[in-house]
């Protein structure tokens, strides 16, 4: 089956730690993004990518950290100056570099720090 | 920054029409519309996209404006599997290319 995975669904992590969400594609997308999702709000983007070995910040990267080396992949790493980590987060994937592709999006994983 | 406004709820009887209105008054030429519905804790779920031309799919038909500074989402029959919390969104041309910006959505209530 093709689709997009983010593992764990549920992370635990204690305050001042970082930590690496994963998010896996075999859709031989060109272009993923991470988005964070608080209670009762819409999507924020934190960091999309293009192309391997490339990524932008999105409206709200400080704090977080992305890695594209390779096509498939494109893990989101939290760091602890992160100041309010705890939320849904939720990563995607398209294909081709135009605005007529839509974006396919992971079952999310729901970070909380304690 | 969001470039898309929609009310925040609304509710529709099962089985009726639903319209989800979205404004997009700022929209380039060759920005596209897309919905999406995020049904609680689980992913969004794309539903459809389009330009200028109307557009329809097994889900559901987008009617854009001549304009194109609005659009509506119509869910043809509704049932209560449909009560989620619909985005209207467009994809941004910026740095290194296209982005999708989420707005807050419409959470849409279908009642029995």
């Known amino acids: 089956d093709g689709g997009i995975t983010q593992s764990p669904k549920y992370l635990f992590r204690k305050e001042g730690q970082n930590v690496t969400l994963s998010c896996e594609q075999n859709l031989n997308h060109d272009a993923m993004y991470w988005y964070r999702q608080d209670p009762g709000q819409g999507l924020r983007l934190i960091y999309y990518s293009q192309i391997v070995n490339d990524f932008q910040k999105g409206d709200i990267a400080e704090g977080y950290s992305v890695s594209r080396e390779k096509k498939e992949s494109f893990p989101l790493t939290v760091t602890s100056a992160q100041k309010n980590p705890t939320a849904f987060y939720l990563c995607a994937s398209s294909s081709g570099l135009g605005g007529n592709t839509e974006a396919f999006f992971g079952q999310g994983t729901r970070l909380t720090v304690v | ?112």
Not at chain 2, 15 to 22: D, Q
């Open chain 2, 1 to 112: 920054d969001a470039k898309t406004t929609q009310p925040p709820s609304m509710d529709c009887a099962e089985g009726r029409a639903a319209n989800l209105p979205c404004n997009h008054s700022t929209i380039s030429g060759n920005e596209y519309v897309y919905w999406y519905r995020q049904i609680h804790s689980q992913g969004p779920q794309y539903i459809i996209h389009g330009l200028k031309n109307n557009e329809t799919n097994e889900m559901a038909s987008l009617i854009i404006t001549e304009d194109r500074k609005s659009s509506t989402l119509i869910l043809p029959h509704a049932t209560l599997r449909d009560t989620a919390v619909y985005y209207c969104i467009v994809r941004v041309f910026g740095t290194g290319g296209f982005k999708t910006i989420f707005g807050a959505g419409t959470r849409l209530f279908v009642k029995a």
